[in-house]
């Protein structure tokens, strides 16, 4: 009997994903740590060459998987003017029988404070291709199943004739850093993006469904501190997110995280709440809690964090929570083009850096 409710659960989840073939992005809780993914204008955002790889599984006890994978690359190159950036992702759902990839680019545009170097305001776009892929072979319908027997017959369900679809999509974002000190160590961070822009049609049933438009607004404060000595061996940064997906009027997906990260040269660590609204049903989602280390070799800062996200929802710890893993590394030097010219040059020298303490790049 046991096995036969899976079925049923498989039926409810797969089939309503097919019928209303509507859908939201996947939302790292490591929001911050993608940063391609979050705002395409954080191409080139820090100097040199910054790598993310990033996994999150979601809700393990829960018979069908959530999974999502993705990389980023980035370079700031100054003679672009900004930086310039690739990205890979795939999300996985029920076991595998559905899957979403993006493969994308991206640019951004870096305009400086001409005068006292206080802020920088970047422009970002990322172009790319969407495609899904439904196993229509594991799928399982009601008019397959038996009450006493199970899984035994053949369903007579009429099937779309491909099995994946895809599109064009583009992404836009704006994201501004100003420097609340003279000496470039403590500096506020805000930005905004809009992910869909162009609505692209996902149905694998010629359907007018789109995938709605990803809004996301974000803000941080990087507070450096020296308790013990002249040198700034720790930061605090407060940080908020708030991501809707659907139309003004009837928003689909609400997501807004607040909390704090802390880190030492070596260690760092953070808190967040987040609440959630879906179809305009408000409730607690989750506490979200990550750690993780740096290490520095030659010009290169490595990171790795994991994170877990402890449902307070009614869902309770039934589902397993969420689980987040981060590697990040980040080459100062690195430039493709290394043969500056003038442009580069002086893009190079009126460019801030947005390291305050040495070996927290990467946060």
Not at 106 to 115: R, V
Not at 189 to 197: L, M, Q, R, Y
Not at 246 to 252: A, M, N, P, Y
Request: with cysteine; charged share 20%.
């Amino acid at each position: 009997m046991k096995k036969l409710y899976k079925y049923y659960f498989l039926i409810i989840l797969l089939g309503g994903a097919i019928q209303i073939l509507k859908a939201q992005d996947p939302v790292y809780s490591h929001f911050w740590v993608d940063k391609l993914y979050l705002n395409p204008a954080l191409a080139g955002s820090d100097k040199g060459l910054s790598a993310t790889m990033m996994m999150r599984y979601q809700w393990p006890k829960i018979t069908s998987d959530f999974a999502v994978y993705g990389v980023s690359i980035s370079s700031f190159e100054p003679n672009l003017s900004g930086g310039i950036g690739f990205t890979a992702m795939q999300h996985v759902e029920g076991e595998g029988i559905q899957k979403t990839s993006e493969f994308s680019f991206t640019y951004s545009y870096k305009i400086l404070d001409p005068k006292k170097r206080r802020w920088e305001l970047d422009l970002g776009i990322r172009v790319g291709y969407l495609q899904r892929n439904i196993d229509f072979s594991k799928l399982i319908f009601s008019d397959q199943l038996d009450p006493v027997n199970g899984l035994i017959y053949t369903s007579q369900a009429e099937l779309p004739p491909g099995d994946f679809t895809g599109a064009f999509n583009a992404n836009t974002g704006l994201d501004l850093r100003f420097f609340t000190s003279k000496k470039q160590r403590s500096f506020i961070n805000i930005g905004f993006s809009a992910n869909n822009i162009t609505r692209p049609k996902f149905s694998l049933l010629y359907l007018e469904s789109c995938l709605p438009i990803r809004y996301s607004v974000y803000g941080s404060l990087t507070i450096p501190v020296s308790p013990w000595s002249g040198k700034y061996n720790y930061i605090f940064k407060p940080m908020f997110m708030h991501t809707r997906q659907g139309t003004f009027q009837s928003s689909d997906m609400r997501l807004t995280s607040i909390g704090i990260q802390t880190a030492s040269d070596r260690i760092f660590g953070g808190v967040y709440f987040r609440s959630a609204e879906v179809y305009n049903l408000p409730r607690r989602d989750a506490l979200f809690f990550n750690f993780g280390f740096n290490w520095i070799s030659r010009q290169t800062t490595y990171s790795f964090s994991y994170g877990y996200d402890l449902n307070v929802s009614n869902l309770g710890p039934n589902t397993g929570g969420s689980h987040e893993f981060a590697l990040l590394a980040n080459i100062d030097e690195f430039r493709i083009f290394k043969n500056l010219n003038s442009l580069g040059r002086r893009m190079l020298k009126h460019c801030p850096d947005f390291k305050p303490i040495g070996g927290l790049k990467t946060l």
